[in-house]
């Protein structure tokens, strides 16, 4: 049987634990509600709803789901359209993007073959969507090398509301606040205050699209003290307040 080029399928995974996995298609994963975090690379992304991946063909990734997912999946052949540029990119998806994913959507993996129609049309989502990825969304972190530092994110990441000192978050590592500074730099190329602000903006874009809480609790449980500093710290990763942001998740096809 011939190979197809490229099909379509909707599917709904998790709640899971992080696994890892490796596909032999060039994945585009588009997702309709829920959230989930992928790594490769080095790097971790949160992707919220009505955003997409990216994944290369035959290179591992690792994938957890916090709550359930819905998503709308393209897979295309390796000798259908070129390698990626990177093993995994997570990006905004455009109105264009997104009409072209439903639009495919009507040619899954049950089909014999597709017409000149329907890889024209898969073949012009490739170009639009290898495209986008080359503008990655900031809502990433870079992924600790060694378990201490990992250790310390981790910890951090679990009490953003009142999170631990620098010195407690040292001693829990068994290392002086000068070391862990310095191991932080090295790891993650950041300080602990700027991983500190950067998980809370990604851990109220995962409240945002996971909750319908309203914004000043979502900014207080995040460990704002006013919510023009939210707004202001949201505004600067995102690009839009959160009540825009929001209202961005209900863009999915």
Same mark, same amino acid.
């Given at each position: ?53 990216? *994944?290369?063909?035959?290179?591992? *990734?690792?994938? =957890? ?20 540029? +990177? ?25 014999? +073959?597709?017409?000149?129609? %329907? ?9 639009? *969507? ?31 509301? +009142? ?10 590592? %068994?290392? =002086? ?53 939210? +707004? =202001? ?21």
């Amino acid at each position: 049987m011939t190979e197809l080029p490229a099909y379509s399928v909707a599917q709904c995974f998790g709640p899971a634990p992080k696994q890892q996995f490796k596909f032999d298609r060039h994945y585009l994963l588009y997702s309709v509600s829920g959230g989930l975090r992928l790594e490769a690379e080095g790097t971790i992304w949160s992707q919220p709803p009505a955003r997409a991946a990216l *994944i290369r063909a035959d290179k591992p *990734i690792e994938i =957890s789901l916090p709550v359930k997912i819905e998503c709308r999946s393209v897979l295309f052949a390796k000798a259908f359209v070129p390698a990626p540029p +990177n093993v995994l990119s997570v990006f905004e998806m455009t109105p264009l993007a997104r009409e072209l994913v439903l639009e495919c959507a009507q040619w899954g993996e049950t089909e014999c +073959n597709l017409s000149s129609y %329907a890889q024209g049309l898969f073949g012009t989502l490739a170009s639009v *969507i290898w495209k986008l990825s080359e503008k990655p969304s900031r809502l990433s972190m870079p992924a600790p090398t060694s378990a201490a530092v990992r250790r310390v994110l981790d910890r951090t990441e679990q009490s953003l509301a +009142n999170p631990p000192t620098f010195e407690e978050l040292a001693a829990l590592v %068994a290392m =002086s606040p000068r070391t862990l500074a310095r191991k932080l730099s090295d790891e993650l190329g950041m300080t602990w205050r700027q991983c500190l602000q950067k998980l809370r903006i990604i851990g109220a874009v995962e409240a945002l699209s996971q909750t319908d809480l309203p914004v000043t609790e979502i900014a207080f449980a995040q460990g704002y003290q006013s919510l023009s500093a939210f +707004n =202001s710290a949201f505004r600067e990763l995102t690009g839009k307040t959160p009540s825009a942001y929001r209202a961005s998740f209900n863009a999915s096809p």
